[in-house]
Nanobody
Framework: QVQLQESGPGLVKPSQTLSLTCTVSGGSITTSYYAWSWIRQPPGKGLEWMGVIAYDGNTYYSPSLKSRTSISRDTSKNQFSLQLSSVTPEDTAVYYC?????????????????WGQGTQVTVSA
């Protein structure tokens, strides 16, 4: 059973970079054909897919966030990370890392079988 755990600061100042890490257990982030994504949910809104890193290291991003988003991985630690630059209060949300055993439909939240518990990130001065 794949398990995911998000970690990172809960408070980020406007214009700074938000950095989160997802630690994976029960499976390897290099396992074919897994997709490893970051998904967020702003207060009072629905889930928003942000981007994915594939089992082979390729990355894909939401067009609306592409200019500010970077996802990377550390295979030695079985972790993948999110960086979101130039944050504003509109980036305040619960941030989830999630995994799916297929790359089909990687942009759909419903594709993901495994989810972290989520971490609240607030952007405020």
């Amino acid at each position: 059973q794949v398990q995911l755990q998000e970690s990172g600061p809960g408070l980020v100042k406007p214009s700074q970079t938000l950095s989160l890490t997802c630690t994976v257990s029960g499976g390897s982030i290099t396992t074919s054909y897994y997709a490893w994504s970051w998904i967020r949910q702003p207060p009072g809104k629905g889930l928003e897919w942000m981007g994915v890193i594939a089992y082979d290291g390729n990355t894909y991003y939401s067009p609306s966030l592409k200019s500010r988003t970077s996802i990377s991985r550390d295979t030695s630690k079985n972790q993948f990370s999110l960086q979101l630059s130039s944050v504003t209060p509109e980036d305040t949300a619960v941030y989830y890392c999630a995994a799916a055993p297929t790359f089909v439909g990687y942009q759909r939240e419903s594709t993901y079988n495994y989810w972290g518990q989520g971490t609240q990130v607030t952007v405020s001065a």
